[in-house]
């Protein structure tokens, strides 16, 4: 439980960065296009959060009981899907993945992983491994190529107060 909260806790605050730039909407201020072409897309998405960006994107974030996901739906104006930000977990890497990790950071273990699905079929791992000194994350394609990687020092001070 401590550890799907702990996700849950990343997958928003990994959206805020995007999603607090963004004007929060209330459903009836969602234009209908936008509102059809998001309910052809997810039809089992219910209760969406709605915000639009400032590249004039639609934002819907919504829990996908069906697949058991968070989800941030990205749909223009005219109901046309842009993209999917997803949380998952490690089981739905693929075999390439698997091995990269396995080969590369067998000890360290996977803390959060947001997938994003474009309409052009591009398919993207954003994947953060946890040590006890850092973080690192990794950008990775469905056969492990690596688009980035960055890594972060975790500071843990022990205070004598």
């Given at each position: 439980m401590?550890?799907?909260?702990i996700t849950?806790?990343?997958f928003?605050?990994?959206?805020?960065?995007?999603f607090?730039?963004?004007i929060?909407?209330k459903t009836?201020?969602?234009?209908?296009k936008?509102k059809?072409?998001?309910?052809q897309?997810?039809?089992?998405a219910s209760?969406a959060?709605?915000a639009?960006d400032?590249s004039?994107?639609y934002?819907?974030?919504?829990w996908?009981?069906?697949?058991n996901?968070?989800i941030?739906?990205?749909?223009e104006?005219d109901?046309t899907w842009?993209k999917t930000v997803m949380?998952?977990t490690?089981?739905?890497f693929?075999?390439?993945i698997?091995?990269y990790?396995?080969s590369?950071?067998?000890?360290?273990?996977v803390?959060?992983v947001?997938a994003?699905?474009?309409?052009?079929?591009?398919?993207t791992?954003?994947i953060v491994?946890?040590?006890e000194?850092?973080l690192i994350?990794?950008?990775?394609?469905?056969?492990?190529n690596?688009?980035?990687q960055?890594?972060?020092?975790?500071?843990i001070?022990v205070?004598d107060?």
């Amino acid at each position: 439980m401590k550890k799907q909260i702990i996700t849950l806790a990343f997958f928003i605050f990994a959206s805020l960065s995007t999603f607090a730039q963004n004007i929060h909407l209330k459903t009836d201020q969602v234009p209908a296009k936008t509102k059809m072409g998001f309910a052809q897309k997810y039809p089992q998405a219910s209760d969406a959060i709605w915000a639009k960006d400032e590249s004039g994107l639609y934002t819907a974030q919504f829990w996908d009981a069906d697949n058991n996901v968070y989800i941030n739906a990205y749909i223009e104006e005219d109901g046309t899907w842009s993209k999917t930000v997803m949380e998952l977990t490690s089981a739905s890497f693929t075999e390439a993945i698997r091995q990269y990790l396995k080969s590369n950071y067998a000890e360290v273990p996977v803390s959060s992983v947001l997938a994003t699905q474009e309409n052009n079929g591009k398919f993207t791992y954003k994947i953060v491994l946890e040590t006890e000194t850092k973080l690192i994350t990794l950008f990775m394609d469905k056969q492990a190529n690596i688009l980035k990687q960055n890594e972060e020092i975790i500071n843990i001070g022990v205070s004598d107060k």
